[in-house]
């Protein structure tokens, strides 16, 4: 195990509860000691539902090592039962509670308690947070499922029903799960297709019993749902969408992959967003060739990739995926597109990553939020983990036409933005555009010049320094001051260049300098070396 600040997955203990969590009428017994149970906090705060997990927690203390610890889960699960009288309960161990191999579903198994018992085996030391939460609806799925259950017929008397689609993957803590399930049934309902199941996100172990009376399934979320799907394939003969919905073109795909699965045609009517009429519009094409660097969880790492590459014109620098059971899929999108594949857990790796691929736009998890924060780069999040921001109020799919829409929006407006800050920054020398000068549309008079000192300082006309200006100040003068180092002149002319590619620029140079051993980096220097890396 490899300590570490932050982390891209937890346990797969957390995936399991993910399920229990998104799921009504299941309970969760975790066979865990004192300190595991901060997983509560993942789903009150962060994600803000409005009732906690339904897991019971054995909280063994060390203490109780000296004991019958086993004991102490038959209770847990007993009173669990009493109190909350769950449909089926799933039992099973944190990574502590591991070592001490009290085998949790055996006990269950004897306990004689009225309702299914699922237990899960999930090796913490070896398998993350995804695998646990694909793990767990599988075997919710595989223990649950009435093999009896067959489609019902297309046609009885009342005439041909709607095709029946389930819609699998989606989770409580998902990124954008409960918008993105509202605009696929939504878009199924617009193809003449009802939807018979959303699993685990909403539904009961009743309803998983009856999960072979659909049609077909959609994969909503393959990190979850593929086990589950392969499956139902194999034990139903049900047919699996496995095209995932993100973007335009992906959205059409996976809209004749329904039609297909459904047997009937696509029509020629489907309202498709704005999303192609704004990627070619003046607002996007002037950012086309922007250089974007990806990382997230396989699928939507790998879509992200499609989306940004094919529908807005920018350039892949770099792409990666933390969830090493999709390093696959993450490989052949990364080959297409002509980049090295990035497959780590470690966030250091991927901010070397991103220093060396010098992007102009991140669109990543939390984590590189953060990173390309201190980089000072544009970034937006495509992926879990997130934070509470990523779970808004309002509708805001990723998926289907509307989720094309929010892409658009969520990608572009920060390199808008970030065209805005270097205007700002560019011109924020010019008196008529600092701070002091006053709004222009306020009417509001400038502030008074600073008086027309001897040697450097402003003169008349002037406006009086503002925070920006004051804020890199003292860097210039250090810098200047420094044996070696950049005189004020070339400092000032490097502050010109765009933000999101000035650290580029100023490595080059200084590169370019140690080579040719120029002591002092003048603005000459800055556009020999310039001339220099552009041959």
């Given at each position: ?481 420094e044996p070696g180092g950049w005189t004020a002149e070339a400092l000032a002319e490097l502050g010109k260049i765009p933000f999101f590619v000035r650290g580029k620029a100023r490595r080059n140079t200084e590169r370019y300098a140690a080579e040719l051993g120029i002591v002092t980096i003048t603005r000459d220097t800055l556009y020999e070396a310039k001339s220099h890396y552009a041959r």
């Amino acid at each position: 195990m490899q300590l570490t600040v932050w982390t891209y997955e937890g346990p797969p203990h957390v995936g399991a509860m993910r399920v229990a969590t998104g799921m009504k009428q299941l309970h969760y017994v975790l066979h865990a000691p004192q300190g595991d149970t901060y997983a509560d906090l993942l789903f009150t705060m962060i994600e803000r539902r409005d009732h906690r997990p339904p897991v019971s927690y054995t909280s063994f203390q060390a203490r109780d090592l000296g004991s019958d610890t086993a004991e102490l889960f038959k209770t847990a699960a007993r009173e669990a039962y009493d109190r909350f009288r769950p449909q089926a309960m799933i039992v099973g161990a944190s990574c502590t509670a591991e070592l001490i191999q009290d085998d949790p579903a055996g006990l269950a198994a004897t306990m004689g308690l009225d309702c299914p018992i699922i237990p899960l085996e999930l090796p913490s030391y070896s398998r993350k947070e995804n695998w646990g939460a694909s793990e767990t609806f599988y075997q919710i799925v595989r223990g649950l499922a009435d093999k009896g259950r067959k489609p019902l017929p297309a046609v009885d008397a009342a005439g041909p029903r709607r095709p029946l689609a389930n819609i699998l993957g989606p989770t409580a803590l998902g990124f954008r799960h409960r918008d993105d399930v509202a605009e696929i049934t939504k878009l199924l309902n617009e193809l003449g297709i009802d939807v018979r199941l959303v699993a685990p996100l909403g539904a009961t172990p009743a309803d998983i019993v009856a999960i072979g009376e659909a049609d077909f399934n959609i994969c909503l979320y393959p990190e979850i749902a593929a086990q589950a799907c392969s499956w139902l394939e194999r034990t139903f003969r049900q047919k699996t969408v496995r095209t995932v919905p993100i973007g335009l073109n992906a959205t059409r795909e996976f809209v004749a992959e329904v039609c297909a699965a459904a047997g009937i045609p696509v029509p020629d009517d489907l309202n498709q967003g704005r999303m192609g009429w704004w990627s070619r519009s003046i607002d996007s094409t002037y950012l086309t060739g922007k250089r974007v660097f990806i990382f997230g969880d396989g699928t939507h790492a790998v879509a992200a990739a499609r989306v940004a590459s094919e529908e807005l014109g920018f350039k892949v620098v770099g792409l990666g995926c933390y969830n090493r059971e999709f390093a696959r899929e993450v490989r052949a999108a990364a080959e297409k597109y002509g980049v090295e594949p990035l497959i780590t857990d470690d966030y250091l790796a991927v901010e070397e990553a991103i220093e060396a691929a010098s992007p102009e736009l991140v669109l990543g998890t939390q984590m590189e939020r953060h990173i390309a924060k201190r980089l000072r780069l544009p970034c937006a999040v495509i992926s879990a983990p997130v934070h509470v921001q990523d779970f808004p109020a309002r509708h805001s799919p990723q998926m289907g036409f509307e989720g094309a829409n929010v892409l658009f929006d969520t990608w572009v407006h920060p390199l808008v933005m970030g065209l805005e800050e270097h205007l700002l920054t560019m011109f924020r020398d010019d008196f008529e555009f600092s701070d002091a000068a006053g709004a222009s549309h306020l009417g509001h008079a400038p502030a008074a010049p600073l008086p027309a000192s001897s040697g450097e300082g402003p003169g008349v006309g002037n406006a009086v320094p503002t925070a920006t200006m004051v804020a890199e100040a003292p860097a210039v003068t250090q810098a200047a001051a420094e044996p070696g180092g950049w005189t004020a002149e070339a400092l000032a002319e490097l502050g010109k260049i765009p933000f999101f590619v000035r650290g580029k620029a100023r490595r080059n140079t200084e590169r370019y300098a140690a080579e040719l051993g120029i002591v002092t980096i003048t603005r000459d220097t800055l556009y020999e070396a310039k001339s220099h890396y552009a041959r």
